[in-house]
Nanobody
Framework: QVQLVESGGELVQAGSSLRLSCAAS????????MGWFRQAPGKEREFVAT????????NYVDSVRGRFTISRDNAKNTVYLQMNSLKPEDTAVYYC?????????????????WGKGTQVTVSS
């Protein structure tokens, strides 16, 4: 049974940093591209970042490029999202996703596995 468990979300002030983690189990982690999505209140879930199984290929949505960094530790079956210079508009539930194909995550397609999310709230 595949499980993706996010952690690290909390209430912070604008300009702060947070690091989200997603621990994966039940899958061959290095064979999966991993991604982060977010959903703000009243909005659709949106793609944030993705990283290939090897960690070589990385993509970001324009609104976070230069502020957020996705990384992974295949030895720990964990993917991270380092978020710097946080803004109130970054407030959302952040979800971890896993799929064999990076393109599927990047296109927000029929992704194989999802976590349950972690809340990030950025106050102004």
């Amino acid at each position: 049974q595949v499980q993706l468990v996010e952690s690290g979300g909390e209430l912070v002030q604008a300009g702060s940093s947070l690091r989200l983690s997603c621990a994966a189990s039940g899958l061959t982690f290095s064979s999966y591209a991993m991604g982060w999505f977010r959903q703000a209140p009243g909005k659709e879930r949106e793609f944030v970042a993705t990283i290939s199984g090897s960690g070589v290929l990385i993509n970001y949505v324009d609104s976070v490029r230069g502020r957020f960094t996705i990384s992974r530790d295949n030895a720990k079956n964990t993917v991270y999202l380092q978020m710097n210079s946080l803004k109130p508009e970054d407030t959302a539930v952040y979800y971890c996703a896993a799929d064999p194909f990076l393109g599927t995550i990047r296109r927000s397609g029929a992704i194989s596995y999802w976590g349950k999310g972690t809340q990030v709230t950025v106050s102004s």
